[in-house]
């Protein structure tokens, strides 16, 4: 069965960080690309960030700059590093595992809100 987890959302000032963490079970972990995905109240989910297991990265504009994700293939986890964080960085963020069409999995989400 596989799994995804996602930890370290919460509640956080403006210019402040937080990292969020995933942990991925019952998948081949290190074949596959993982991503970040964002979904904010009364939009589309979005991504934002992605690493190939090959580890090269990609980056949505509006984080570029203040966000870094990374992964550990031996633990099975992938990270995001969230900098210089916003008000409009709030949103569900979403871990996902994707290797084709039919191997594309979701985690449940963790919250983060940016907010004085």
């Known amino acids: 069965q596989v799994q995804l987890v996602e930890s370290g959302g919460g509640l956080v000032q403006p210019g402040g960080s937080l990292r969020l963490d995933c942990a991925a079970s019952?998948?081949?972990?290190?074949?596959?690309?993982m991503g970040w995905y964002r979904q904010a109240p009364g939009k589309q989910r979005e991504l934002v960030a992605a690493i190939t297991s090959g580890a090269l990265t990609s980056y949505a504009d509006f984080v570029k700059g203040r966000f870094t994700i990374s992964r550990d293939n031996v633990k099975g986890m992938v990270y995001l590093q969230m900098n210089s964080l916003k008000p409009e960085d709030t949103a569900v963020y979403y871990c996902?595992?994707?290797?084709?069409?039919?191997?594309?999995?979701w985690g449940q989400g963790t919250p983060v809100t940016v907010s004085s």
């Open positions: 019952g998948i081949f972990f290190s074949i596959y690309t």
């Open positions: 996902n595992a994707k290797r084709s069409v039919l191997e594309n999995h």
